[in-house]
């Protein structure tokens, strides 16, 4: 069983950054392919961006791409979203996910194992 924790959201305004952490624990990270998806309210939870379990192969939305990296610390066991040129369309609940392989990523959230509890980013404009 994985857990998962994510920190870093919170309020920044439009063209601002911010860097998303996601600590693992229970399990063994580099087994794991990880992501991020969002929620905003009254929406489906979509695919933002996801690096497999090396760190050398990385997706992103088209939405994101350009303005978003995902990273990964696989000796601290912690995944990364650093964000920057924030608009007030990303505003959404931001969540990490894990699925378990080592020959894929996590592109849908039909693919994933597990999932953090969420944290917050508000992009003010």
């Known amino acids: 069983q994985v857990q998962l924790a994510e920190s870093g959201g919170g309020l920044v305004q439009a063209g601002g950054s911010l860097r998303l952490s996601c600590a693992a624990s229970?399990?063994?990270?580099?087994?794991?392919?990880m992501g991020w998806f969002r929620q905003a309210p009254g929406k489906e939870r979509e695919f933002v961006a996801t690096?497999?379990?090396?760190?050398?192969?990385?997706f992103y939305a088209d939405s994101v791409k350009g303005r978003f990296t995902i990273s990964r610390d696989n000796p601290k066991n912690t995944v990364y979203l650093q964000m920057n040129s924030l608009k007030p369309e990303d505003t959404a609940v931001y969540y990490c996910?894990?699925?378990?392989?080592?020959?894929?990523?996590?592109?849908?959230?039909?693919?994933?194992?597990?999932w953090g509890r969420g944290t917050q980013v508000t992009v003010s404009s």
């Open positions: 996910a894990a699925r378990l392989t080592r020959v894929t990523v996590v592109l849908s959230v039909t693919d994933v194992n597990y």
């Open positions: 229970g399990g063994t990270f580099s087994s794991y392919a």
């Open positions: 690096v497999n379990w090396s760190g050398d192969r990385r």
